[in-house]
């Protein structure tokens, strides 16, 4: 089961740094980790629709008019990182914590942030690697060991993206009397 001390651990372990404890355990290490953890996962949960990460709310809708052109402001769901779709299908637009439409009702589906325990293996591993590719300059002052993880941060990237896709299913492609005439 991963923990944010693990992935970061496990990220130090790569870089030849020793492992740590805790996010207040003496040293470089942990000090670069307690630092880059949070927005490093933040950050890589938003660059993809990642399937695990992906949920589905209705969302409250808020009683104070909002000012200028919308209607109804609807409050965003905890955990919420970025938005992936609304139904119904209309404009809206995110200011701080809300998400304002001129629409009564609204469901959102989103990116939110996961408990670590809930990660699949395929992200974990990911992490561990964007982390030493985070950590290994300032831990080691070696910027070629960067590149080296760099590098296995985007093969795994495109990996755990495959993978990750798996999880839905494809869309049939239908035939159109438009592309059948051709």
Known sequence: M???ISMCSNALLL???DTI???TDPGAGAK???NLYTTTYENLLTLHRWRFASAKSSLSKLTATPLNEWTNAFSLPSGYLTAIKVYPNT???IYENKLYANTAT???DYIFKPDESRLPAYFVKLMEFHLATQFSIPVTDNSTKAEEYR???EDQLRRSKFV???ARPNDAIVSSPFTEVR
């Open 91 to 93: 404009d809206f637009e």
């Open 2 to 4: 991963a923990t944010d």
């Open 164 to 166: 990750d896709s798996q």
């Open 21 to 23: 404890s805790a996010f």
């Open 15 to 17: 870089i030849g740094h």
């Open 151 to 153: 590098t296995m941060y």
């Open 106 to 108: 609204i469901e959102l």
């Open 32 to 34: 670069v980790a307690s």
